[in-house]
C-alpha cells in the first residue's frame, strides 16, 4: 500500500496538511483558487520544498529527494510539452532519461501512443496539434514511465467546456484499466465528483473534509464544504430537547448536532414536495417566490407561508411536472437523513 | 485623425532619409571617378580594388574579425552562465534585484568611462603580468566586458519567455546535469543565445572608444584605422571601406532577423 502524508508548519500556503492517499485509487484535491492545492501537488511532485513535515511514498521517506529521482510524473496545467521535441521524442524523454534500450523505448511509446489515440502523429511538433491532442501527449508523456503516482494541475482548465465533460469520462475509464494513483488538483467540484474514488475539499492551506463524493457531497462537514460542492441551503438552528428549532419549522436530525446553537445544511434536492397535514414531524408549510425552469429540473425558491415573500429564501430542485407559480403554497418534507448539522468552522 | 495620416508618413519618410542620406552619400561617393572634390566623375570600381590591395587595411579587417569573434565567443559563454545562473538559482529578492542593476549597469554607462576604467586597470595589472600590455590580449578582454551584460540580457528574456514549466516538466521526467542542459535548456535558449552573440559581435565590430583606449600598435582595428585615416584627409578608399562595413553590418542583421523568425515558426 502507498502512503502519502504530508504535515506542513507554519507555511503560509500550507499551514498543515495530512492526507493519506491510497494505492490505485483516483484521489482529487478540489478547492478554490489559493488554498495550497497546486502547492501541494508540486510538493508531492518534488518541485517544490516542504518548509516542515514529510511526505511518503509506499513507507518510504522522500521528502527531500530531487524531483528527478522520484517515480511520480506530473501532467501540468500548460501541458509543458518540449516545443522543439515531436510527440514520439516528447513522450520518450523520461524512459531516454533513464537510459532505456531503444527498442524498448519504441515498443512502450508505441503502446501509449496507441492508448491515448495518438498513432500517426509520431512526427507533428506540439504546435502543430490541437489542444486536447497537446493534452493527450502530455498524459502519454507521464504514464508511459509508469509512476508510482500521476499528478494531474488543473489538465482540464484549457479545454472546451464539452471536450472537458468527455475527457474526465475518458480519464477515469483510463485510470480503472491502468488501476495507477491519480492525484487530480482541481477547482471544479463537477470534475471532482466525476472522476474521483475520494477527494478532499482544501481552504486557506487546510483540508476541510476528506471522504468519497458522495459522502462529502451529502454529509459536508462545515459552510465551507457544504456551499463549495454545490448549492446547499443553510439554516441558522438552536437545538431544543431532541429536536432542531428553525425559523421555518423544527426538525429531527438523523444525527443529532453536538452543538446547542448552530447552522443546519441540506442540499436543494432533498427537500421533498408535497401534500401533508402541517404539524406532522419534518414537514413545513412556505409560499414560492419564484420557479426557475431549467430543463431537468425545476428550481423553486420558497418564502415561509407566513412573514413577507423575500423575508426567507430556501432553495428546492424538483422533478415536478406541476406548474408552480409565485404566491402558491406548499407543504415541504426535510428528510431527517438529509439534515446534516454543520460545525462551527 | 484621417487628415492627420499624410503628415505622419511624410515625417517617417523624410526621417528615414535623413537617417540613410549620409551612408548612401558616402556609397555613392565611393564609386565616383574623383580623388577630391564634391561632383560626379562618372562611375568606378577602382577605390574598392585599391582597398583590396592595402595591406594596413586588410590587417585592420583581419584584426577586426578576430577581436570580434573571440571575444564573442567568450562573452557568449559567460554571458549565457550568467544568465543562468541569476535565473536559476534561488536568490534573495534583494540580492537579486541588486544583481540585476549590476547587469544593466555596464550597458548605460558612458563607453568612455569604461574605456577610461579599463586603461587604469590595465595599467595597474601590467605590474604583475605582461599580458596585460596594451595589444590584442587587452582588446579582447575590453570588448568581452561590454558584451556580457548584452548577451546575458538577451538570454534571459528568452529564459523569462520560456518559463518554468518546460524546465520542471523535464526534471519531473528525471532529466538531470548534463541530459537536462543539452537536450531541453540549450536547444530551447539557442535563439536567445544567437541573438545575443550577433549583437556582441556587431557592437565588437563597430566598437570605437573602448578599441581606441585598449588597443595597441599590432591591434588597429576597422574603426581605429578609418578615424586615423581620416585625420589624415578623407579619401574614397575609406567610402569604399565605410559602404563594405555598412553591407556587412546589413547582411548580419538580415540574417538574425531571419533566423529569430525562423525559430519563432518553432
Given at each position: 500500500?502507498?502512503?502519502?502524508?504530508?504535515?506542513?508548519?507554519?507555511?503560509?500556503?500550507?499551514?498543515?496538511?495530512?492526507?493519506?492517499?491510497r494505492e490505485?485509487?483516483f484521489?482529487?484535491?478540489?478547492?478554490p483558487?489559493?488554498?495550497?492545492?497546486?502547492?501541494?501537488?508540486?510538493i508531492i511532485?518534488?518541485?517544490?520544498?516542504p518548509?516542515?513535515?514529510?511526505v511518503f511514498?509506499?513507507?518510504?521517506?522522500?521528502?527531500?529527494?530531487?524531483a528527478?529521482k522520484?517515480?511520480?510524473?506530473?501532467?501540468?496545467?500548460?501541458?509543458?510539452?518540449?516545443?522543439?521535441?515531436?510527440?514520439?521524442?516528447n513522450?520518450?524523454?523520461?524512459?531516454?532519461?533513464r537510459?532505456?534500450?531503444?527498442s524498448?523505448v519504441?515498443?512502450?511509446?508505441?503502446?501509449?501512443?496507441?492508448?491515448?489515440?495518438?498513432?500517426g502523429?509520431?512526427?507533428?511538433?506540439p504546435?502543430?496539434l490541437?489542444?486536447?491532442?497537446?493534452?493527450?501527449?502530455a498524459?502519454?508523456?507521464?504514464?508511459?514511465?509508469?509512476?508510482?503516482?500521476?499528478?494531474?494541475?488543473?489538465?482540464?482548465?484549457?479545454?472546451?467546456?464539452?471536450?472537458?465533460?468527455?475527457v474526465?469520462?475518458?480519464?477515469?475509464?483510463?485510470?480503472?484499466?491502468?488501476?495507477?494513483?491519480?492525484?487530480?488538483?482541481?477547482h471544479?467540484?463537477d470534475?471532482?465528483?466525476?472522476?474521483?474514488?475520494?477527494?478532499?475539499?482544501?481552504?486557506?492551506?487546510?483540508?476541510?473534509q476528506?471522504g468519497?463524493p458522495?459522502?462529502?457531497?451529502?454529509?459536508?462537514?462545515?459552510?465551507f464544504?457544504?456551499?463549495f460542492?454545490?448549492a446547499?441551503n443553510?439554516?441558522?438552528a438552536?437545538?431544543?430537547?431532541g429536536?432542531?428549532?428553525?425559523?421555518?419549522?423544527?426538525?429531527?436530525?438523523?444525527?443529532?448536532?453536538?452543538?446547542?446553537e448552530g447552522?443546519?445544511a441540506?442540499?436543494?434536492?432533498?427537500?421533498?414536495?408535497?401534500q401533508?397535514?402541517?404539524?406532522?414531524?419534518?414537514?413545513?408549510q412556505?409560499?414560492?417566490?419564484?420557479?426557475?425552469?431549467?430543463?431537468?429540473?425545476?428550481?423553486v425558491?420558497?418564502?415561509p407561508?407566513?412573514g413577507?415573500?423575500d423575508?426567507?429564501?430556501?432553495r428546492?430542485?424538483?422533478q415536478s411536472?406541476?406548474?408552480?407559480?409565485?404566491?402558491?403554497?406548499?407543504s415541504?418534507?426535510?428528510?431527517?437523513?438529509?439534515?446534516?448539522?454543520?460545525?462551527h468552522? | 485623425?484621417?487628415?492627420?495620416?499624410?503628415?505622419?508618413?511624410?515625417?517617417?519618410i523624410?526621417?528615414?532619409?535623413?537617417?540613410?542620406?549620409?551612408?548612401?552619400?558616402v556609397?555613392?561617393?565611393?564609386?565616383?571617378?574623383?580623388?577630391?572634390?564634391?561632383?560626379?566623375?562618372?562611375?568606378?570600381?577602382?577605390?574598392?580594388?585599391?582597398l583590396?590591395?592595402?595591406?594596413?587595411?586588410?590587417e585592420a579587417?583581419l584584426?577586426?574579425?578576430?577581436v570580434?569573434?573571440?571575444?564573442?565567443?567568450?562573452?557568449?559563454?559567460?554571458?549565457?552562465?550568467?544568465?543562468l545562473?541569476?535565473?536559476r538559482?534561488?536568490?534573495?529578492?534583494r540580492?537579486?534585484?541588486?544583481m540585476?542593476?549590476?547587469?544593466?549597469?555596464?550597458?548605460?554607462?558612458?563607453?568612455?568611462?569604461l574605456?577610461?576604467a579599463?586603461?587604469?586597470?590595465?595599467?595597474?595589472?601590467?605590474?604583475?603580468?605582461?599580458i596585460?600590455?596594451?595589444?590584442?590580449?587587452?582588446?579582447?578582454?575590453?570588448?568581452?566586458?561590454?558584451?556580457?551584460?548584452?548577451?546575458?540580457?538577451?538570454?534571459?528574456?528568452?529564459?523569462?519567455?520560456?518559463?518554468?514549466?518546460i524546465?520542471?516538466?523535464?526534471r519531473?521526467?528525471?532529466?538531470?546535469?548534463?541530459?537536462?542542459?543539452?537536450?531541453?535548456?540549450l536547444?530551447?535558449?539557442?535563439?536567445?543565445?544567437?541573438?545575443?552573440a550577433?549583437?556582441?559581435?556587431t557592437?565588437s565590430?563597430?566598437d570605437f572608444?573602448?578599441?581606441?583606449?585598449?588597443h595597441?600598435?599590432?591591434s588597429?582595428?576597422?574603426?581605429?584605422?578609418?578615424y586615423?585615416?581620416?585625420r589624415?584627409?578623407i579619401?574614397?578608399?575609406?567610402?569604399?571601406?565605410?559602404?563594405l562595413?555598412?553591407?556587412?553590418?546589413v547582411i548580419?542583421?538580415?540574417i538574425?532577423e531571419?533566423?529569430?523568425?525562423?525559430?519563432?515558426?518553432?
Amino acid at each position: 500500500m502507498a502512503q502519502v502524508q504530508k504535515n506542513f508548519g507554519s507555511h503560509k500556503a500550507l499551514k498543515g496538511v495530512d492526507l493519506e492517499v491510497r494505492e490505485g485509487e483516483f484521489f482529487t484535491l478540489l478547492g478554490p483558487s489559493g488554498c495550497g492545492k497546486t502547492t501541494l501537488l508540486r510538493i508531492i511532485a518534488g518541485l517544490e520544498l516542504p518548509d516542515s513535515g514529510h511526505v511518503f511514498l509506499g513507507g518510504r521517506d522522500i521528502t527531500r529527494l530531487p524531483a528527478a529521482k522520484r517515480q511520480v510524473n506530473t501532467v501540468f496545467q500548460s501541458y509543458a510539452l518540449f516545443p522543439h521535441l515531436n510527440t514520439f521524442e516528447n513522450v520518450a524523454f523520461g524512459l531516454k532519461a533513464r537510459q532505456t534500450e531503444n527498442s524498448e523505448v519504441r515498443r512502450r511509446v508505441g503502446e501509449k501512443l496507441e492508448m491515448m489515440s495518438l498513432g500517426g502523429l509520431e512526427r507533428r511538433y506540439p504546435h502543430q496539434l490541437s489542444g486536447g491532442q497537446k493534452q493527450r501527449v502530455a498524459l502519454a508523456r507521464a504514464l508511459v514511465n509508469e509512476p508510482d503516482i500521476l499528478l494531474l494541475d488543473e489538465p482540464m482548465s484549457a479545454l472546451d467546456a464539452h471536450l472537458r465533460a468527455q475527457v474526465q469520462e475518458e480519464l477515469r475509464r483510463l485510470q480503472r484499466e491502468l488501476k495507477q494513483t491519480f492525484i487530480l488538483v482541481t477547482h471544479d467540484q463537477d470534475e471532482a465528483m466525476v472522476v474521483s474514488d475520494r477527494l478532499a475539499v482544501m481552504r486557506d492551506g487546510l483540508v476541510e473534509q476528506v471522504g468519497e463524493p458522495r459522502e462529502v457531497y451529502s454529509k459536508p462537514r462545515n459552510q465551507f464544504v457544504a456551499e463549495f460542492l454545490g448549492a446547499a441551503n443553510i439554516i441558522a438552528a438552536r437545538r431544543d430537547g431532541g429536536r432542531v428549532m428553525t425559523s421555518l419549522g423544527s426538525f429531527d436530525l438523523s444525527a443529532a448536532p453536538q452543538w446547542d446553537e448552530g447552522r443546519l445544511a441540506i442540499r436543494p434536492e432533498r427537500i421533498l414536495l408535497g401534500q401533508a397535514p402541517a404539524g406532522d414531524p419534518n414537514w413545513i408549510q412556505a409560499k414560492v417566490s419564484e420557479a426557475i425552469y431549467r430543463g431537468q429540473s425545476l428550481d423553486v425558491w420558497l418564502a415561509p407561508a407566513q412573514g413577507p415573500a423575500d423575508d426567507y429564501r430556501l432553495r428546492v430542485r424538483t422533478q415536478s411536472k406541476e406548474p408552480l407559480r409565485p404566491g402558491d403554497q406548499v407543504s415541504l418534507f426535510f428528510p431527517p437523513e438529509d439534515l446534516v448539522a454543520l460545525d462551527h468552522a | 485623425m484621417n487628415a492627420k495620416r499624410p503628415i505622419v508618413a511624410a515625417i517617417a519618410i523624410g526621417s528615414l532619409i535623413f537617417l540613410y542620406v549620409p551612408s548612401l552619400a558616402v556609397a555613392v561617393f565611393s564609386v565616383n571617378n574623383a580623388r577630391y572634390g564634391l561632383t560626379w566623375k562618372g562611375f568606378t570600381w577602382k577605390w574598392h580594388q585599391q582597398l583590396f590591395q592595402n595591406e594596413a587595411i586588410l590587417e585592420a579587417a583581419l584584426n577586426s574579425l578576430l577581436v570580434a569573434g573571440v571575444s564573442t565567443a567568450i562573452a557568449t559563454i559567460l554571458g549565457t552562465a550568467l544568465a543562468l545562473g541569476l535565473d536559476r538559482f534561488p536568490w534573495p529578492r534583494r540580492l537579486s534585484t541588486a544583481m540585476d542593476l549590476l547587469v544593466h549597469l555596464p550597458v548605460v554607462t558612458p563607453d568612455i568611462i569604461l574605456a577610461a576604467a579599463l586603461v587604469l586597470s590595465f595599467n595597474f595589472l601590467r605590474g604583475f603580468s605582461e599580458i596585460f600590455d596594451l595589444g590584442m590580449g587587452t582588446l579582447i578582454l575590453g570588448h568581452i566586458t561590454f558584451q556580457i551584460s548584452f548577451v546575458t540580457l538577451v538570454v534571459r528574456s528568452r529564459l523569462a519567455a520560456l518559463g518554468r514549466d518546460i524546465d520542471e516538466a523535464a526534471r519531473d521526467l528525471y532529466a538531470t546535469g548534463p541530459y537536462l542542459f543539452f537536450r531541453i535548456t540549450l536547444p530551447l535558449l539557442m535563439p536567445g543565445i544567437l541573438a545575443g552573440a550577433m549583437l556582441a559581435f556587431t557592437l565588437s565590430l563597430d566598437d570605437f572608444i573602448i578599441s581606441f583606449f585598449a588597443h595597441g600598435p599590432d591591434s588597429v582595428t576597422l574603426p581605429i584605422y578609418i578615424y586615423s585615416s581620416i585625420r589624415r584627409g578623407i579619401s574614397p578608399e575609406i567610402h569604399a571601406l565605410s559602404t563594405l562595413v555598412l553591407m556587412a553590418t546589413v547582411i548580419l542583421v538580415l540574417i538574425a532577423e531571419r533566423f529569430s523568425r525562423f525559430r519563432a515558426a518553432v
